[in-house]
């Protein structure tokens, strides 16, 4: 097969400052001050996009960029520390630096596409299981990061990007090296290959702070336990999912009745001896009933839902109504208690009057005072919602930021309470809208504070009395700050003056955000 990969226009002559000898070009990367990320990055950036676009053979063109990587893992590592796993929208710093990581991933990923074309191009390939396999491998490993960076900031795979990383797949498949790769880090093409795919299948805009760097790591833990097959023969069915090599999509859960990808050469992904070999771990180590428990969101608990999504993809338990209306939203659990405060001290007799004088009022109450708007309010739309849930949409700007694994306050047309939700799955749209699925927890809250009676803690903490939303448990339930619970650890509750001392029972929740636990009196 031919392949066909986008790679910039290589016609300008090479910049007077860019140096070609390796020696010298080793120097001046090793002399960048990488305590300056922001300045390093734009000097390394500037360095790539005028190699790639310069007459330059690829070979001598991969020389220099295998002098420069060691500086860029260690520009990209900084880069991620600044923007990953932050809310949406992005601010400024985290943007910038989002920006430049991933110009630094596309501009090494061209450069071993380059070279890839080349020797790909050429009439008759001497060597090709040689030559071929790394190029090919460190495109689909920048591809990786790319990914891994979008997931990261639940931002869209850019178009493209599955479409060459199954182009180069199934071109190393054909000529049969999908087992070659790197012969440093002993990984192959393959594995990088299936990485992206069982990533991809792992819900990753559901995935909370730091989860998506932890599925890498069991994945890289359980190499060669994923098969790639071209016909379903002698597997189950229920466990496998199917991608084209020859589309620009994810993989996809293989289900009667579901369309598949757009393509004509299709794979089916069979993770079962995977699924199995996790199964067996989480057995080991005790912890046969986390799949039903969200308690900790520790590396246990991932695997769990791993399995769940790996082995027996779930099915929605609430149907969905299509909605047309707005909420108000608050995000985080101080704006939570400051809106309920708020919320409490409205008087429902004011608009009975104001509706008696023929006066309009809204619908929808979103308070517009300068305090208000410097906490962070505002409306989103409804898509749908469920029992338990809502899907909601915003374009671009906004003053909420929002992550998944982050309680929000939701207040719906009419309503005089906030109901407390968690964002459950978080996506960024074309220009810069969100959509984002939050479940309800709560259909009422009650701003206090909690203050341990014991420990390095010597100030109150923001917290929330909530009610169950399905009336499922009568015992009293927190939602506070993370780190906060302790089993049986004692608190001081302050509500509004009414002091009471408690003893925390049971993990209800926890995720970077936020602790969800019941109490009892001490």
Request: proline share 6%.
């Amino acid at each position: 097969m031919a392949l066909s990969l986008s790679v910039p226009v290589s016609t300008r002559s090479l910049p007077k400052e860019i140096e070609t000898n390796l020696k010298k070009a080793r120097i001046w990367v090793e002399s960048l001050p990488l305590t300056k990320t922001i300045e390093s990055a734009n000097s390394m950036i500037y360095m790539l996009e005028s190699i790639n676009r310069s007459k330059l053979a690829a070979e001598e063109r991969i020389e220099l960029v295998n002098i420069y990587r060691p500086v860029i893992t260690v520009l990209l590592d900084e880069l991620e520390a600044i923007y990953a796993y932050s809310a949406l929208p992005l601010p400024q710093k985290q943007l910038n630096a989002f920006e430049l990581s991933n110009r630094l991933l596309s501009e090494c990923g061209y450069a071993y596409k380059m070279l890839v074309l080349e020797k790909t191009g050429k009439m008759i390939m001497f060597n090709a299981k040689k030559n071929l396999p790394l190029p090919i491998y460190r495109t689909l490993f920048y591809f990786r990061e790319l990914m891994l960076q979008c997931y990261k900031t639940y931002h869209p795979v850019p178009p493209g990007v599955w479409q060459e990383t199954h182009a180069l797949y199934h071109y190393a498949e054909e000529q049969g090296f999908v087992g070659e790769g790197d012969a440093e880090t002993k990984a192959t093409i393959l594995d990088v290959y299936v990485d992206m795919l069982m990533l991809a299948l792992a819900d990753p805009y559901r995935l909370m702070y730091k989860e998506v760097d932890r599925v890498v790591e069991v994945l890289s833990q359980n190499r060669g336990f994923v098969n790639i097959l071209s016909s379903a023969e002698g597997v189950n069915p229920q466990r496998l999912f199917v991608t084209a090599l020859d589309g620009d999509q994810a993989p996809k859960v293989l289900i009667q009745g579901n369309q598949p990808p757009a393509g004509q050469v299709l794979r089916l992904i069979d993770p079962t001896r995977l699924v199995d070999r996790l199964s067996q771990k989480l057995k080991a180590a005790g912890n046969v009933n986390s799949a039903k428990s969200r308690a900790t969101h520790d590396l246990n608990d991932l695997i769990a839902r791993l399995l769940r999504l790996w082995g027996d993809p779930p099915k929605r338990q609430f149907r969905r109504n299509p909605a047309d209306s707005g909420v108000a939203l608050c995000s985080g659990i101080k704006a939570i208690s400051y809106f309920a405060e708020l919320a409490a001290t409205e008087n429902p007799e004011a608009d009975a009057e104001a509706i008696r004088e023929g006066r309009t009022i809204p619908l929808l109450k979103i308070p517009q005072d300068p305090m208000s708007q410097m906490i962070g309010v505002e409306e989103w739309q409804v898509l749908n919602q469920s029992a338990n849930g809502v899907r909601l949409h915003r374009e671009s700007g906004g003053n909420v930021g929002v992550t998944v694994g982050e309680a929000v306050g939701v207040r719906f047309v009419g309503g005089r309470s906030w109901n407390v939700g968690v964002v459950r799955w978080l996506t960024l749209l074309e220009g810069n809208a969100l959509e984002f699925g939050v479940e309800l927890i709560s259909p009422t809250a009650h701003s206090i504070t909690i203050e341990p009676t014991m420990g390095n803690v010597s100030k109150p903490v923001p917290a929330l009395l909530i009610a169950p939303l399905m009336g499922e448990s009568a015992a009293d339930t927190v939602l506070t700050t993370a780190e906060v619970f302790s089993d049986l650890r004692e608190f001081e509750l302050n509500d509004a003056g009414d002091l009471s001392h408690v003893r925390a029972t049971t993990l209800i929740e926890r995720t970077s955000r936020f602790d969800l636990f019941q109490f009892q009196a001490s």
